[in-house]
């Protein structure tokens, strides 16, 4: 897996977008860019993944620079649900793509 | 679709006991599915990838004998706590690979075991 950096915590208001960045400067050109989420004491959920172009679900949007170095997650128009522990993953496609978890970004969505 | 199950979704045991918390993928079939284990206000770490006939894969530092699993069938995998002891309380989460394709998984919602 390549390694990822993401910020500690990040504050986002009620209705506003929330942009969770993720460095990922060591990815490989075969490796996918996932983001899962953890509400708390509940399993992660996923939310989105990518390989280069820019992808959006119902969910939320995906945008990875045009050298793969970094990423950030969008949620549109976060929710009080929406507070949670984001986590940005590179898996390698050759180790039956085994999730290596970091300490992600914890988001706190405010009235 | 993509939902998977665990059960129980809260245990406490005796020192001493066996524990054996199940992972179901609901709605599809599931070539793989992981174990992961996770302690208060810590990351989840993975313990074990297991495919369905086929013996597990432990990571390091995870003893195969004390955390048995077993993956009988596509949408079942099981993991027992064997001789559990209060260390071994934890938070553990299974999640589940799609047969037909997606490198994406599913995680259960998570079993907190306590052990007395």
Known sequence: ?111 | GAVVSQHPSRVICKSGTSVKIECRSLDFQATTMFWYRQFPKQSLMLMATSNEGSKATYEQGVEKDKFLINHASLTLSTLTVTSAHPEDSSFYICSAKRLAGGNEQFFGPGTRLTVL
Not at chain 1, 9 to 23: I, Y
Not at chain 1, 86 to 107: D, E, I, V, W
Request: overall charge neutral; hydrophobic content about 30%; glycine content about 6%.
């Open chain 1, 1 to 111: 897996d390549a390694k990822t950096t993401q910020p500690p915590s990040m504050d986002c208001a009620e209705g506003r977008a929330a942009n969770l960045p993720c460095n990922h400067s060591t990815i490989s050109g075969n490796e996918y860019v996932y983001w899962y989420r953890q509400i708390h004491s509940q399993g992660p959920q996923y939310i989105i993944h990518g390989l280069k172009n820019n992808e959006t679900n119902e969910m939320a949007s995906l945008i990875i620079t045009e050298d793969r170095k970094s990423s950030t997650l969008i949620l549109p128009h976060a929710t009080l649900r929406d507070t949670a522990v984001y986590y940005c993953l590179t898996p390698h496609t050759g180790t039956a793509s085994k999730l290596t978890f970091g300490t992600g970004t914890r988001l706190q969505v405010t009235l």
